[in-house]
């Protein structure tokens, strides 16, 4: 067994400019490429962690940087709050030449991870960062014997429906719009049994004069793993054997090229409300481009022995 070395180390709130607002994320900054730590000691240090995501971060030869992403279960290829979380650890670690030389070309930066390069954009003036969403793998239907189980494990009215579709881009969700708002956020988990290994998201529109977001957007997945409830309140809150968590970046930017017909260029969805926190992610269509974005803070810095 190798001998342990520290590294650096940061844990930051994603979609959020205030602290312990949004959705925590933990990043292990390795000076090489994963620097000799096994896959096994990543997941375990993650699993101990026990926040919905851990990331380790190194140099990369195809890429500004490498990102590796584990849930306390499993290594994820991408995901979408650990992207923004890690790209700004990356740009936090910059000396002030390098940062000049991000703004100037655009506040372009390229992560390497499972799925390959993935790109992403750094707006200087405002901090936000955004990364270009993959493209639908499904979209189709949901079948309505579905839409009834799901409305029956979460006291959703069935007239409230308006819409079901499969909005596959990497996780498997599908995605209920529902007729506003307030529906959203009336859902409750009354019935875990006809929800057991779905993913499940739901969205409503606000009236302008409620929130300044377009969306309120809420999702439930089935417990992945031993995690029980989330120690520091974050991503994940443990509800009758069902984790109710922050809607994934991805299942937002598969909202978003649901809706991309009728919604404006720029807007934003607030999430996470019913965990008592504020989180806001940003929407831009660029072309045919999807880009999912947001503040990110940081909430704690030093160094981990691994």
């Known amino acids: 067994m190798s001998k342990p070395r520290t590294y650096k180390y940061n844990q930051v709130d994603v979609f959020t400019s205030t602290p312990y607002h949004g959705n925590p994320l933990a990043v292990v900054q390795l000076p090489s490429d994963e620097d000799n730590i ?82 992403l954009k750094w707006d200087a003036s405002s901090d936000v960062l955004s990364f270009k969403a993959p493209p639908l793998t499904r979209f189709e239907d949901v079948d309505e014997s579905l839409v009834h189980r799901v409305c029956s494990g979460l006291a959703i009215d069935r007239n409230d429906v308006t819409a079901a579709k499969h909005i596959v881009n990497g996780p498997p969700w599908f995605a209920l719009r529902l007729k506003n708002s307030d529906a959203v956020l009336k859902a409750r988990l009354a019935d875990t049994a006809p929800l057991k290994d779905l993913y499940i998201g739901v969205f409503g529109e606000y009236h302008h004069s409620q929130n300044n977001a377009r969306y309120e957007v809420r999702a439930f997945a089935p417990l992945a793993g031993d995690v029980g409830e989330d120690p520091v309140t974050g991503s994940l809150k443990w509800v009758d054997g069902f984790v109710s968590c922050f809607s994934d970046a991805l299942y937002s930017a598969g909202i978003a090229t649901w809706l991309k017909d009728e919604t404006p260029a720029q807007y934003s969805n607030s999430q996470g409300t019913k965990l008592g926190r504020q989180g806001i992610v940003s929407v831009t269509q660029t072309g045919d481009d999807i880009w999912i974005g947001g503040s990110v803070t940081k909430c704690i810095e030093g160094t981990v022995v691994l």
């Not at 971060?57 to 290829?77: G, H, N, Q, W």
């Open 38 to 119: 096994s896959t096994s000691s990543m997941l375990r240090f993650a699993n101990w962690m026990n926040l919905s995501e851990t990331t380790f971060l190194s140099p990369s030869t195809v890429a500004d940087y490498k990102v590796r992403i584990f849930t306390p279960v499993e290594e994820l290829p991408f995901a979408g709050h650990p992207t923004l979380g890690s790209a700004y650890v990356y740009l936090q670690s910059l000396d002030d030449s390098a940062r000049a030389a991000t703004i100037a070309r655009g506040g372009t930066i390229t992560q390497e991870c499972g799925i390959g390069v993935v790109h």
